[in-house]
């Protein structure tokens, strides 16, 4: 990139890291902050962290918009204070993008208003197999993971007597997992805590025609899929 070009996108930032400051936030709860930076997809530039406006008010509204129109990122998370927020999101950053080369065309860049865990090592970093299993156990239930060409599930099956993997031809199962539509994402294998993340459970007859959706939950409300699953086991077990 020439000089003057570089110079010129260094001031552009100045200037938005300037407006980001000067907006009158105000934290909808205690210790929310929003770290605003740019995703150069293997690196960040930190341009700011401010209290998050409230939801669903114009200073919500207006952060977005500033951010979306400057193709900008935020991080949303719970912190101690701004400084603490601050080296959080880079933690974060540097573990998601780990193997990320300089400039590389396919880096998935970061949307403003991105929610992540507050704190490794917590429930939240907790992958999705991790915290459906530890929710199962609590019930007595067995959970197994299965995958197929990048995706990842949780099966149950039917028959919670057997210790094998379940049978999915010629006996009824159910399948779990979070699905993302942004990026078409099917998966068990990372924390939940991408905009747009929220449970799946499928239920199939084994009979090889297809499943159907029981229920679909935000992340947050991970007991509401458990009590299903109890539900739909509890005649097998009568």
């Not at 080369?101 to 880096?107: G, H, K, N, R, V």
């Not at 993971?145 to 159910?174: C, E, H, K």
Request: aromatic share 8%.
């Amino acid at each position: 990139m020439p000089s003057s070009s570089r110079s010129t996108v260094v001031d552009e930032l100045r200037t938005t890291a300037q407006v980001v400051a000067g907006l009158p936030t105000r934290p909808y709860a205690p210790d929310q902050w929003t770290v605003v930076f740019a995703d150069f997809g293997h690196d960040l530039l930190v341009l700011g962290t401010l209290p998050t406006p409230a939801s669903c008010t114009e200073q919500a509204e207006k952060l977005f918009d500033l951010l979306f129109t400057q193709n900008l990122a935020s991080y949303d998370l719970t912190a101690p204070s701004a400084e603490a927020a601050e080296r959080r999101a880079r933690e974060y950053f540097t573990a998601e993008r780990a193997g990320v080369t300089p400039w590389a065309d396919t880096a998935v860049a970061a949307v403003p208003g991105t929610v992540i865990p507050a704190q490794a090592g917590a429930d939240e970093a907790k992958t999705a197999e991790e915290r459906v299993v530890q929710a199962l156990t609590e019930r007595r239930i067995t959970a197994h993971r299965d995958d197929d060409v990048g995706n990842t599930w949780l099966v149950i099956g039917n028959d919670q007597t057997s210790n094998g993997f379940p049978m999915m031809v010629g006996a009824p199962y159910l399948a779990l997992y979070v699905y993302n539509a942004h990026h078409d994402e099917v998966t068990v294998d990372r924390v939940p805590a991408r905009p747009g993340d929220e449970w799946r459970l499928l239920a199939g007859d084994g009979t090889g025609g297809g499943e159907r959706e029981l229920m679909t939950r935000p992340i947050p409300q991970l007991a509401d899929i458990v009590d299903a699953i109890s539900v739909w086991l509890a005649p097998a077990h009568d």
